[in-house]
């Protein structure tokens, strides 16, 4: 039987973040300028607890061998960003390219030699300082969900309990991290704080679109619970122009809900073709502007 939160559980665009020792360091050189970026963004058979209004409440852990088919396969496709592209001065630059990927026993670990530019320049005094931590962005391929029967110290709760034994990663890098009531705590979910920036930002929102693809960001944002924050979705599923900005209507069923295909649907879903398609105009506008 399908346990109900694995069902309702998102499986795209997950953010985990971490903030504790051997997370992300620069390698040190011997005048002082090492520029090597090192070490576990994620970790293995260490329990987590994720309590997300986007993602729900559950806990959860990584398996070995989760990341290693992602690595084989599209390892020169992972970017190293900051912030997730959602720095309004760094945006998407990349950091650097990433020249080690591989599962230990630890779990994830990566070497990437950061780039020669004034924008990584900025970032070197935290980095150095360890005032950084490290997030990556991902997608869950393969999962196993438990409902626990009894209660442990552990989980006292008997909260459902996900295994992650496959995952997409789309990228990874140095984040700055909020202040947590818990300050020992070394694994969080960014999600929440992910999807309110794509749907409140349309800087943010764009420079996603940028990277993913219109109209794999479209079905992505038409794809999210609508009533869970204070902003509506910021698209639904029609594709837009990579050269114009135009909006293309979607073949087949209206924009909207089956269940409920009134006006008001309609009329919210035209908004947010508009405001995807707006928010992408505005970024190049903006990008070529700043083109010498």
């Known amino acids: 039987m399908t346990n109900p939160i694995e069902s309702r559980a998102p499986i795209d665009n997950l953010v985990r973040a971490r903030h504790d020792a051997g997370t992300i360091e620069l390698r040190a050189s011997a005048d002082g300028t090492g520029r090597t970026l090192h070490g576990h963004f994620a970790v293995f058979n260490r329990w987590t607890e994720i309590d997300s209004w986007y993602e729900g409440k559950f806990r959860e852990q990584i398996k070995p061998g989760a990341f290693s088919r992602t690595f084989a396969e ?26 080690v990927l591989r599962e230990d026993k630890n779990g994830a670990y990566y070497e990437a030699e950061l780039f020669d530019a004034s924008y990584v320049d900025d970032l070197l005094p935290a980095l150095r300082a360890g005032q950084l931590g490290a997030s990556f962005r991902f997608r869950v391929v393969g999962e196993d969900w438990v409902e626990p029967e009894r209660a442990t110290k552990q989980n006292p709760s008997k909260i459902p309990e996900r295994t992650i034994t ?4 789309y990228e ?3 984040v700055t991290f909020p202040a947590y009531a818990d300050a020992t705590a070394g694994v969080r979910s960014g999600s929440d704080h992910f999807i309110e920036q794509l749907l409140r930002n349309e800087d943010v929102l764009a420079r996603y679109i940028q990277r993913a693809g219109p109209t794999v960001a479209a079905k992505f ?3 999210l619970p609508v009533g869970r924050s204070e902003e509506p979705p910021a698209a639904v599923g029609a594709e837009v122009d990579e050269e ?6 979607p073949a087949g069923e209206p924009p909207g809900s089956e269940e409920s295909p009134d006006a008001s649907v309609d009329d919210q879903a035209e908004a947010n073709r508009n405001q995807i398609a707006a928010a992408l105009a505005r970024f190049r506008h903006k990008t070529e502007r700043e083109q010498p």
């Open 221 to 223: 944002i038409a794809s």
């Open 244 to 249: 114009t900005g135009a909006l293309d209507e």
């Open 172 to 174: 990874f890098g140095p």
């Open 74 to 99: 599209r390892g020169d496709k992972i970017r190293v960003l900051y912030d997730h592209g959602h720095d309004p001065s760094i945006g998407n630059k990349p950091l650097g390219a990433p020249n």
């Open 166 to 169: 496959d995952l997409e990663l």
